[in-house]
Nanobody, 115 residues
C-alpha cells in the first residue's frame, strides 16, 4: 500500500513563501507522475503542479512563475515551493501519485495566506 505524507503547511502573510513536502513510501520514479492539488472551501479540487517521470512539468496558470514542483528520489520526496503567496492560494493542498490506473492521495496540509 502506497502512503503519501504531506507536511510544511501553515499560516503565512501575503507575499510570503512556504515549501510543502510529500514523502512517499517508495521511489517517486516508480509512479507515472506526482502532483500537487488544492481545494479551497466551497470549491472543487484543482491541479496545481504536476511532475512527470519523463521530466516535464505542468502548472496551473494561476501559479505559473510563483510555484515550483521538484523531487528528491533519494528521499522519496516531492516538494512544492510556493512564493509570492496570495490569499487566493489559501486551501488544503494534497499530494497525488499516479500509477495508472491507480491514484494515491495524501491526507492534505492546510495553507492559509493572510492579508
Amino acid at each position: 500500500q502506497v502512503q503519501l505524507v504531506e507536511s510544511g503547511g501553515g499560516l503565512v502573510q501575503l507575499g510570503g513563501s512556504l515549501r510543502l513536502s510529500c514523502a512517499a513510501s517508495r521511489s517517486i520514479f516508480s509512479f507515472n507522475y506526482m502532483a500537487w492539488y488544492r481545494q479551497a472551501p466551497g470549491k472543487e479540487r484543482e491541479l496545481v503542479a504536476l511532475a512527470h517521470k519523463g521530466g516535464w512539468r505542468n502548472y496551473a496558470d494561476s501559479v505559473k512563475g510563483r510555484f515550483t514542483i521538484s523531487g528528491d528520489n533519494a528521499k522519496n520526496t516531492v516538494y512544492l515551493q510556493m512564493n509570492s503567496l496570495q490569499p487566493e492560494d489559501t486551501a488544503v493542498y494534497y499530494c497525488n501519485a499516479r500509477e495508472t490506473p491507480q491514484d494515491y492521495w495524501g491526507q492534505g496540509t492546510q495553507v492559509t495566506v493572510s492579508s
